[in-house]
């Protein structure tokens, strides 16, 4: 009797041992990541899992290549081995804002991608880097899928405008590179923004 007494003790030791080591304490302040946990890239695929400090993106290896169209749609980035980022940053002043939790371009802001689409068409040589942020509130994992999916919906937008798909690559920095480093509305809308970033050829 004593020795099945004991047995039980320990299935429930471990038991407990398990949940404790599979339970993560959260960051107080920080949304949960919602669905099934996953994080959802592309075109609403469900991704492998993201981890930490790196971005998502073709852009993130700038000598990785992926095909431009998949049969499920516009696929991210083209990737352009040896091509540099372009010093004068002429698309600057065409930064994205998003709505918090968002990635769906906001009407207001759709002329910049009209601006982006047509340097593009009269520069055929380039390509352009779309970079995908976010403020800081959710969890890092979601930030980063969702700065990937800021990404695209601006790489979408431009080929729908005309601009060769394998001409823009994304990347998501999340959370990473804020561009206003305070802790309220007035940085945060700052912080959920696309960059584009000019890449030139490699000089023959």
Known sequence: MKLKHLSNLLVLGMALTMTAVGCKT?????????????????NGANGND?????????????N????????????????????????????QSQTLYFDYDKASVRTAE????????DYMKSHGEVAVRVEGNCDERGTEEYNRALGERRALAAREYLVRLGVSADRVDTISYGEDKPAD????????????????QVLLPPKP
């Open 26 to 42: 959260k960051k107080p302040g920080l949304t949960p990541l919602p669905g099934q946990g996953g994080s959802r890239l592309g």
């Open 50 to 62: 993201l981890g930490t400090g790196t971005p998502v993106g073709n852009g993130g290896d700038i």
């Open 64 to 91: 990785s290549h992926t095909p431009a169209i998949t049969s499920e749609g516009i696929a991210p980035g083209g990737g352009h081995p040896g091509w540099q980022m372009d010093p004068s940053s002429p698309l």
């Open 110 to 117: 759709q002329s910049k991608l009209d601006a982006v689409a």
């Open 181 to 196: 480093s305070g802790h309220n509305e007035s940085a945060w809308s700052k912080n959920r923004r696309d960059e584009f």
